[in-house]
């Protein structure tokens, strides 16, 4: 593989959903570039469909349009089989560790899964197996007799280092991670983080971190790319995003954010209403209406995603010209 | 300032089949009035079941209160009988849930919603309650026309903001704000927060408002409590307690949040779990995750220290150490 090329490419990725009211337009026009070893963060607020976008990336959702290539080939024109292959190096760790795991396997199965569906292991061989999952379980700082225990035994962090030590199983290149610290306390958060960084560095894995926590996409990513219905508004590297918020929606995102820090009062840009429908979603700009500088342009055309500064990307006709 | 509430040496426990659950083991808390007073813990701390215990909502089995006070005004409502804690609840202290999907009746109107809690305290004909009903919405900011909806046509801020009006219908003095803002995205919750604080000036309340967000109370708490394994283990002022905090929990507790004006190598996690409420440990319930901890942690509770200027902590630590005063 050649060392330039992005591990993961989306092109113009779009994921509809009928319903009796209308198009759900769930995600619209995606277009990212991923590269080995790196985290691209997402954010957005509920119903962005920042976690629908990650399915759609691994085709756990069926694609509507556009493209997905990883290591050059493309996910989305592959068959069953070569899906099989593929999933391989693709893993996913889901939000919920009480819904995303199944209470009848003991953490040795459900983490053994994986290897026995890619045919990597031998599922009569008990002490090959143990020995794997003895090794996973330790990657992921479970202790080993842990190995029998059933999800219900176990509190939300442990669960979520089964999910964790699942995805990493097959020893995959990349893994989407949807939320996978939302479910748990702060203290157990930054625990987990901080595997989940560690064996990034072991594996040299790549992430694509959804998340609603600003703070934390802010500690996690490279790059950070922010949703509104659908549609990516921002993406720049993470401490840039911080720096310089370009677009309205990030600016108000950001000054949304309670500091931990009773001298500052924060400086809150109010926002009016609340997330408009994405069924049949307006052809302009999908954030004018509660945007504070919207003008009449902003909802004649589609805004294109322009390219402010070198690999700072906006779509706002207005931004550069508003105050930072 | 006068104190309004004043929880002393609460206990209670749940008693299942399983074991005892020390959810709540003599906690001591007090509420200025007019104060936001924040109480921040973890999951299984006993934030809710304390929140329950004053509002009188312990289910009972399996719950039991053990013993324990918890002045109102001058009255003990443990002592209370069920009639007089109907007339206290939502009529003095009302309480907002957590989660605003399931806190209200998905089969009727958010306007009769409303004009319920005002017609269980207040003897008005119903029309006179719906129009206050509407009065409440507009004070959320909801506009009037829409009490006749459903709960269902409404967004999970908006459904927060029903229940906020719910609530307040009978103008409480203290509204316990059990994570108001949990479920709610970020723009969404500092509309909440923004709303709920301004309400709380006008209608002269007091809260108590219940959350894990540090965020969250620095920037809406006048006064802040930390609880752990079911009691209080450290609590000040907010200047206080985010400049200087003692108890190596809530050093932990403040360490593990990724900030945003800082950039870290990697986070301190707090190690270790939350101890089991069926087997909390016997001496300092933080002994097995404190870096400090020595033989007299492990065998001995400490008590809460009083260090002056309301900063108190539950350490042995600083028994022995000076704390200079905090500016």
Sequence with gaps: MNENQPLLQVQNLKKYFQTPSGTLHAVDDVTFDLYTGKTLGVVGESGCGKSTMGRAILRLQEPTAGKVLFDGVDVTACDKRELKKLREQMQIIFQDPFASINPRMTVSQTIMEPLIIQNKIDKHDRTGLEKKALEIMDLVGLAPRLVNSYPHELDGGRRQRIGIGRALALNPKFIVCDEPVSALDVSIQAQILNLMQDVQKQMGLTYLFITHDLSVVKHFSDEILVMYLGQMVEKCGAKQLFAKPMHPYTQALLSAIPVPDPHVRMQKIPLKGELSSPINPPVGCRFAKRCPYACEACSEAAVPLRELEPGHFVACIKAGELPV | ?327
Excluded: W
């Design chain 2, 1 to 327: 300032m006068n104190t309004i509430l004043d929880v002393k040496d609460l206990v209670i426990h749940y008693e299942t089949d399983d074991g005892c659950v020390y959810a709540v083991n003599g906690l001591d808390l007090d509420l200025q009035e007019g104060e936001t007073l924040g109480l921040v813990g973890e999951t299984g701390a006993g934030k809710t079941t304390l929140a329950r215990g004053i509002m009188g909502l312990v289910p009972d089995p399996p719950g039991r209160i053990r013993g324990g006070e918890i002045i109102y005004r001058g009255t003990d409502l443990l002592q209370c009988s069920n009639a007089e804690m109907r007339k206290v609840r939502g009529r003095k202290i009302a309480m907002i849930f957590q989660d605003p999907m399931t806190s209200l009746n998905p089969v009727t109107n958010v306007g009769l919603q409303i004009a319920e809690a005002i017609q269980s305290h207040e003897k008005l004909s119903r029309k006179a309650a719906m129009q206050k009903a509407c009065q409440m919405l507009e004070q959320v900011g909801i506009p009037a026309e829409r009490a006749g909806e459903y709960p269902h046509q409404f967004s999970g801020g908006m459904k927060q903001r029903v229940v906020i009006a719910i609530a307040l219908a009978c103008n409480p003095d203290i509204l316990i704000a059990d994570e108001p803002t949990t479920a709610l995205d970020v723009t969404i919750q500092a509309q909440v927060l923004d709303m709920l604080r301004e309400l709380r000036e006008t209608y002269h309340m007091s809260m108590l408002l219940i959350t894990h967000d540090l965020g969250v109370v620095a920037q809406t708490c006048d006064r802040v409590a930390v609880i752990y394994g079911g009691e209080i283990v450290e609590s000040a002022d907010v200047y206080t307690l985010f400049d200087q905090h003692l108890h190596p929990y809530t050093q932990g507790l403040l360490d593990s949040i990724p900030k945003l004006n800082e950039d870290v190598e990697r986070l301190k996690p707090i190690e270790g779990m939350m101890p089991d409420p069926t087997q909390l440990p016997e001496g300092c319930r933080f002994c097995s995750r404190c870096a400090y901890a020595d033989e007299r942690c492990r065998t001995e509770h400490p008590n809460m220290l009083d260090l002056g200027n309301g900063h108190k902590v539950r350490c042995f630590r600083y028994e022995t150490q000076e704390v200079e005063p905090h500016e």
